[in-house]
Antibody, heavy 117, light 109 residues
Framework: EVQLLESGGGLVQPGGSLRLSCVAS????????MSWVRQAPGKGLEWVSA????????HYAGSVMGRFTISRDNPQNTLYLQMDSLSAEDTAVYYC??????????WGQGTLVSVSS | QSVLTQPPSVSAAPGQKVTISCSGS????????VSWYQQLPGTAPRLLIY???KRPSGIPDRFSGSKSGTSATLGITGLQTGDEADYYC??????????FGTGTKVTVV
């Protein structure tokens, strides 16, 4: 069964930075595009960013454009999300997600990011 | 970034049927396949329906999906208490951004 394990969440002050990681296993990581999706407390799902299988193409939601950077290390089966200039509005559980053509077919368990002074 | 519109909540008795609508536009649903996700309390979402109406392995046929124009619908028949969850529709938009619905809470009364 596909496994996606996120890490790197925690408490950070406004204006600070954090890097999330997602280690993938039980599938050929380099074959799949990947996304980050977040969910603020008590709110719905919000797509954050996606990256192509090779890493050559990236896409971002308007709310994080210019502040977040998605990347991947295929030999290490790892997806990253570098988050800079964080604000309270970025507080959420961040899910790593595998893209399979038209849908997300697997989700990680999520990592909580809290932005507060 | 567009957001797909869903009703905030639906409810029905055990064994009954519920339908959840998902309304979008020609920039998203109108030009792409729709998927549906179930999020049980305190857990990560899981894929329920893909390509408008296909079920992944392990998803019972009580769950069904359809799409017409710029809207999609999820149906759940034979409602069970274990179906109480939040449900989200999703697709891509023409700017290659993934969009999700606002979410619908299903309650079994």
């Amino acid at each position: 069964e596909v496994q996606l394990l996120e890490s790197g969440g925690g408490l950070v002050q406004p204006g600070g930075s954090l890097r999330l990681s997602c280690v993938a296993s039980k599938f050929t990581f380099s074959y799949y595009a990947m996304s980050w999706v977040r969910q603020a407390p008590g709110k719905g799902l919000e797509w954050v960013s996606a990256i192509s299988a090779s890493g050559g193409n990236t896409h971002y939601a308007g709310s994080v454009m210019g502040r977040f950077t998605i990347s991947r290390d295929n030999p290490q089966n790892t997806l990253y999300l570098q988050m800079d200039s964080l604000s309270a509005e970025d507080t959420a559980v961040y899910y790593c997600a595998r893209e399979n053509w038209n849908q997300v077919d697997y989700w990680g368990q999520g990592t909580l990011v809290s932005v507060s002074s | 970034q567009s957001v797909l519109t869903q009703p905030p909540s639906v409810s029905a008795a055990p064994g009954q049927k519920v339908t959840i609508s998902c309304s979008g536009s020609s920039s998203d649903i109108g030009n792409n396949y729709v998927s549906w996700y179930q999020q049980l309390p305190g857990t990560a979402p899981r894929l329920l329906i893909y390509d408008n109406n296909k079920r992944p392995s392990g998803i019972p046929d009580r769950f069904s999906g359809s799409k017409s124009g710029t809207s999609a619908t999820l149906g759940i028949t034979g409602l069970q208490t274990g179906d109480e969850a939040d449900y989200y529709c999703g697709t891509w938009d023409t700017s290659l951004r993934r969009v999700f619905g606002t979410g619908t809470k299903v309650t079994v009364v």
